[in-house]
């Protein structure tokens, strides 16, 4: 994990199972560096949901269960905590990511309770 906070976010505590959090999201693969998704590109809204509730990959909601409101952070993530031996999207997408691919999340967690 690389940090960078804007602002301090030390007052803050990091969201639990069943917070309701707004993150920004922008997803990359970690060999190529291609882009397979962004939250500011696809409407600009951070993406609204529950921690825990399976609406995004594993390793996303792990990632935002060690951050702080306010913080930037980049994160690694294994196959078997993202896309797995299916991989996502079709070949011809601009979202395509191969089976067992390493992906990187540039995380910002823009909404969380306190």
């Known amino acids: 994990k ?25 997803g990359s693969l970690k060999r190529s560096g291609q ?11 951070p993406l609204k949901y529950r921690v825990g509730s399976g609406e995004v990959i594993e390793g996303w909601d792990l990632a935002v269960q060690n951050m702080k409101k306010g913080e930037h952070a980049t994160f690694t993530i294994p196959p078997e905590f993202a896309y797995k031996d299916e991989g996502r999207g079709d070949k011809e997408s601009p979202s395509y990511v191969p089976p067992s691919t390493v992906i990187e999340l540039q995380l910002e967690l823009v909404k969380a309770p306190l």
């Open 2 to 26: 690389e940090t960078t906070r804007y602002p301090p976010a030390q007052k803050y505590m990091p969201p639990r199972l069943g917070d309701e959090v707004e993150v920004h999201c922008v």
């Open 35 to 45: 882009q397979f998704y962004s939250s500011r590109e696809e409407g600009g809204k």
